[in-house]
């Protein structure tokens, strides 16, 4: 079946500095990809997306580029700040229902702690 | 504009006792529903999902069930409410025939002492 595999964290960052979260995938077909971010005691937010390969995906500073060749879509800011602190999730689509609708697949999360 | 609401925000209740959590989605028809539980420090387990009113899916086999009354309340309950049954409980929704985005609510933290 389909999966999410993401960097374990935690990780800590101080501000300002360069972020990468790694993620890779396993999927049959071309799923669309997900991040989501989780800032503490609240529910997902999506991030950004991206349905193809090489689109990129990008929101408040952050991006990530579907990468079909090796199936990977790490997170990416230039520049993190102390407000960024959260679990950051990597998601894919999975169809079900005849491929007419879909469910996302998870990975486990990456809790990113930016100290000032 | 679609909202997401979930209730209650916080839970705490005895081994053994019923539960009923409930989820309601407003500004949008017939979405995509769905119950997802968030063990502490694991990720998101799908726990199940509807297309439509009455039409439940289950993914994993556990003592909760869902039931979906109307176009757009989808309820989680329990009878017997187990001490592994604690975890943060997220609705979400999405637009139906192939949208593959997902929308969530602001989650329902359960604890079973």
């Known amino acids: 079946g389909n999966s999410v595999t993401q960097m374990e964290g935690p990780v800590t960052l101080s501000e300002e500095a360069f972020l990468t979260i790694n993620c890779t995938y396993t999927?049959?077909?071309?799923?669309?990809l997900f991040w989501y971010v989780q800032y503490p005691g609240e529910g997902l937010q999506l991030l950004l997306k991206a349905t193809k390969a090489d689109d990129k995906g990008s929101n408040k500073g952050f991006e990530a580029t579907y990468r079909k060749e090796t199936t990977s879509f790490h997170l990416e800011k230039g520049s993190v700040q102390v407000s960024d602190s959260a679990v950051y999730f990597c998601a894919l689509s999975d169809p079900y229902s005849g491929g007419s609708n879909y469910k996302l697949t998870f990975g486990k999360g990456t809790l990113l702690t930016v100290n000032p | 504009s679609q909202t997401i609401h979930q209730w209650p925000a916080t839970l705490v209740q005895p081994v053994g006792s019923p539960l009923s959590l409930e989820c309601t989605v407003e500004?949008?028809?017939?979405?995509?529903l769905y119950w997802y539980r968030q063990a502490a420090g694991r990720g998101l387990q799908l726990l199940f999902y509807s297309v439509g009113i009455g039409q439940i899916s289950s993914e994993v086999p556990q003592n909760l069930s869902a039931s979906r009354p109307q176009d757009r309340q989808f309820i989680l309950s329990s009878k017997k409410l187990l001490l592994s049954d604690s975890g943060f409980y997220l609705c979400?929704?999405?637009?139906?025939?192939?949208?593959?985005?997902?929308?969530f609510g602001p989650g329902t933290r359960l604890l079973v002492l």
């Open positions: 999927a049959t077909g071309y799923p669309s």
């Open positions: 500004g949008t028809s017939n979405p995509n």
């Open positions: 979400a929704w999405s637009v139906s025939g192939g949208a593959e985005t997902q929308y």
